[in-house]
């Protein structure tokens, strides 16, 4: 099965700058996460899309978070302005056609300054 | 609010031991329960238990749910100091598909 390619791979800004993570699910998966993994957590999820549209983005904090899928394909998150709190991972995730299983990309590490 | 608890939250152990990692959660809407291994990068897909008491296996690993007790166990047997991770658990409910993880159990095989 197909990859997810993510990127940049590692990201350090200041507070308060802004910063924007890539996503692109090579095999062109309908279903699409953003998770948050922050040191010594799970991941959590951030938000969900299916094709374009927006499934589920309760827990992210929207006043600073913001995530676009165009044309259901490849999809960006983006923080303005960014926290010292937002230093984590973030995996892009894809829904398996097999046995609808998660698979992960290999994430954008943010340090925020 | 949706749990998945881990245990231990870390474990170090010597090559050729047998470790035994515990989740259990509280789901509403119960679908499945995953079991993902992270090294230092994404983590990666080991199983998904859907049916109480059916083991999956895959080499050295094993697990099985427990649906009634919501619990599962992921076995290691003879560890390889290759099996050093954070192996996470995660839980699927019906619906919008969320996946809510676990804080990760970090396993530590020394030569």
């Known amino acids: 099965e197909a990859g997810v390619a993510q990127s940049p791979r590692y990201k350090i800004i200041e507070k308060r700058q802004s910063v924007a993570f890539w996503c692109n699910p090579i095999s062109g998966h309908a279903t699409l996460y953003w998770y948050q993994q922050i040191l010594g957590q799970g991941p959590k999820l951030l938000i969900q899309?299916?094709?374009?549209?927006?499934?589920?983005d309760s827990q992210l904090p929207k006043d600073r978070f913001s995530a676009e899928r165009l044309k259901g394909v490849d999809s960006t998150l983006k923080i303005q302005p960014a926290k010292l709190e937002d230093s984590a991972v973030y995996l892009c995730a894809c829904r398996g056609k097999v046995y609808n299983e998660q698979f992960f990309g290999p994430g954008t590490r943010l340090t925020v300054l | 609010e949706d749990k998945v608890v881990q245990s231990p939250l870390s474990l170090v152990v010597h090559e050729g031991d047998t470790v035994t990692l515990n989740c259990s959660y509280e789901?509403?809407?119960?679908?499945?329960l995953l079991w993902y291994k992270q090294e230092k990068k994404a983590p990666t897909f080991l199983f998904m238990l859907t049916s109480s008491g059916i083991e999956k296996k895959s080499g050295r690993l094993s697990s099985i749910l427990d649906k009634k007790e919501l619990f599962s166990i992921l076995n290691i047997t003879a560890t390889q100091t290759g099996d050093s991770a954070i192996y996470l658990c995660a839980v699927l409910n019906t619906g919008f598909q969320k996946l809510v993880f676990g804080t990760g159990t970090r396993l530590l095989v020394s030569p």
């Open positions: 789901v509403t809407n119960f679908r499945s």
């Open positions: 899309f299916q094709n374009n549209g927006v499934v589920d």
